[in-house]
Every structure is written in C-alpha cells, then in structure tokens.
C-alpha cells in the first residue's frame, strides 16, 4: 500500500468512526528522543525491563535502577512533543478523539494540547512513596540524587526506554538512595514496572471511555503487553472496528478493520491537514 492509498484509508476509517478512542504506545515517543522496546517484529530490542516486584524487595535493584535513571533522566526530561502528538491533540479539537489511553509514561500528549488523556502506565515525571503515599515531582528527587552521588553525575551513557540509560560499568552499589523525606519509606517513580497491575479503577474508567466510542485507534503501539492489547479484546467483544497505524506487526493483527504500516509521524500530521 503507498503513502497515498493509506491516507486515503485512514481518513475514510476516521470520518466513518468519529467517537475514536485511540490508544498510543511507545512508537508515538520515538521521534522525540525517547527510545522503544520492540523492533517492528514486536522482539525486545534491549534486555526485558525491570519488574516491579525485585524493585520492591531488592535494595541493590532499586540502586541499579535509580543509578542508571540518574544519568537517563536529563535526555527523558528533555523530550518534547512532536508531530504525532500535535496531530492527535488537533484530532480531539476537530471532535474525532473523544478519549486518548496511553500506554506511555511521558505527558507528551498533554503538552501537546490532548485533554482527555488516560496515563494507563503513569507518569515518570512524579515519584510515589511505597509507605504513605506521598507524591514528589521527579526533578526534585533529580537534584537530591545529584548532590548525593556526585561519582555518577556527569557520566554518559546511551538513552534507554523510559528514561532508562545503558550504563552497564558503574559500580551499582556505591549509589547512595533517596528515601521519602515524610516518613523515610522507600521512592518508587509513579508508574506501573512490567510484572505489576494497572490500577483497577484506572481499567474500569478507560473501558467506559471504549464503550462510549464507536471505533479503537491503535497507534505506535506493538500491543505485545496485555495491559493495551486488553482493549482490542474488548472492541471486538463489543463489536467495535479496529485500526491501527504501525510500523511492523502488532499482536490484534488478525483483528484489524484497517492496518495502516508507516511512520505516524508522517500519516497523522497528513490526516490533520485533509480533515482540517
């Protein structure tokens, strides 16, 4: 399929579905400097993350976490929305988006000018304690890691997914951690690890915003983790026609009404302009 026949097939999906729920996956970030996990085969690029559950129980992951966190965060920080998101937010001003579920923890949509935004995975920009619940932002929680571990600071390694860095020669357990300055209980960033739920209020609301919507748009996502696949299960439980816009395969393949392969930077920014 050319760029044009797709076009075509993206704008006829969207005007006949105007109460989209859309969901994004980490391919709508990487154009804006945040890297992804899986190749277009959907395969991990990088070893599999970090599960929630050995970041709770092991000290010396947690230090590997926020170690390598330390050096990723100013490249995830500096990350602004582009084209993709810009185009989405423009969706919902048109009236087509009626709701946005993200499987990616950045806020770039809402910098982007989306306002009904489900953050299905958190956000990394704030940190929770484990203990009493206290939320920090996590530039703050940047600058006390900084001036605790003065070693690691300054030092460059490759970005990573998610504010991740590839820093494999640092001795982990030289990193001094920050624990909650309310009642000394152990920082987590505000975001659900691989091997944890999402919260089951946050589902029930976003299968309510499914159910009011008259098609699922999947875009930038592989669909490999269940927590989004769930909805194209959903949509087609619920009778409701799915498209995707993608590079590479993704796990409803079999399930799409309309599969759109290329660069959503390119095909969403193009939508905007022959709907708007």
């Known amino acids: 399929m050319h760029a ?28 804006s400097g945040i890297p992804d996990y899986r190749d277009e085969n959907g395969n991990w690029k990088v070893k599999q993350p970090i599960q ?40 919902e001003e048109l009236g087509f988006v009626q709701h946005l579920i993200t499987q990616n923890v950045d806020g770039l949509h809402q910098r982007a ?13 704030r940190v929770i304690c484990l203990s009493c619940g206290a939320l ?13 571990n003065p070693d690691f600071t300054g030092q460059r390694a490759q970005p990573a997914p998610d504010g991740d860095a590839l820093l494999e020669r640092m001795d ?31 589902v029930r609301f976003s299968m309510r915003r499914l159910q009011s919507a008259n098609a699922l748009l999947v875009v930038g996502s592989s669909l490999m983790v269940f927590s989004g696949f769930r909805f194209c299960l959903e949509a ?13 395969r993704t796990r409803a393949d079999g399930m799409l ?19 708007g």
């Open 52 to 91: 929630g559950a050995d970041f709770i129980n092991d000290e010396q992951v947690r230090k590997r976490y926020w170690a390598r966190s330390l050096i990723g965060w100013s490249n995830f920080a500096r990350a602004a929305p582009n084209a993709t998101h810009r185009a989405l937010a423009a969706l």
């Open 236 to 248: 087609q439980r619920l009778g409701l026609p799915i498209g995707a816009v993608n590079l590479g």
């Open 136 to 148: 920090m932002p996590r530039a703050a929680l940047q600058q006390q890691l900084e001036l605790r």
């Open 172 to 202: 982990y357990a030289l990193l001094e951690l920050v624990d909650c300055h309310h009642c000394g209980g152990t920082l987590k960033p505000d975001v659900v690890f691989f091997g944890e739920n999402v919260p089951a209020e946050r």
């Open 4 to 31: 044009g026949e797709s076009i075509q097939q993206l704008i006829a999906f969207v005007t006949a579905h105007s109460r989209l729920l859309v969901l994004t996956g980490a391919g709508v970030s990487t154009d």
């Open 113 to 125: 000018g989306s306002r009904g935004v489900t953050d299905l995975h958190g956000r990394l920009d």
């Open 257 to 275: 009404a309309l599969k759109v392969s290329g660069s959503c930077t390119a095909l969403l920014p193009a939508l905007v302009q022959h709907l």
